[in-house]
């Protein structure tokens, strides 16, 4: 069994940063992608940051310039440092990690896929 637990969320005035961490621990094989998305109230859920194991990123055009996703493949942890937060970056923020688990009881691989349960940014303006 694999969990996700994300930390780091909170309130914070309009120009300010917040640094969200999501840490996934048990029977890990490997992770290939790692990922935040967001959820705004009333709205679908949107990528917003996912970084590869080889460290390539991929940003959504709105948080380019202002957030940045790091990983560290020892403890199984992806970041996202959000700097010059606005108020459309309230959400909550939900990290995802794709890629492989160990079935129990046996030596046989499966993939994984598995979200965080989401942690609440709110930006006053």
């Known amino acids: 069994q694999v969990q996700l637990v994300e930390s780091g969320g909170g309130l914070v005035q309009a120009g300010g940063s917040l640094s969200l961490s999501c840490a996934a621990s048990g029977s890990i094989f490997s992770i290939n992608a790692m990922g935040w998305y967001r959820q705004a109230p009333g709205k679908q859920r949107e990528l917003v940051a996912t970084?590869?194991?080889?460290?390539?990123?991929n940003y959504a055009d709105s948080v380019k310039g202002r957030f940045t996703i790091a990983r560290d493949n020892a403890k199984n942890t992806v970041y996202l440092q959000m700097n010059n937060l606005k108020p459309e970056d309230t959400a909550v923020y939900y990290c995802n990690i794709d890629g492989r688990t160990v079935v129990a009881g046996t030596s046989t691989l499966r993939d994984l896929e598995i979200w965080g349960q989401g942690t609440l940014v709110t930006v006053s303006s």
């Open positions: 970084i590869t194991s080889g460290g390539s990123t």
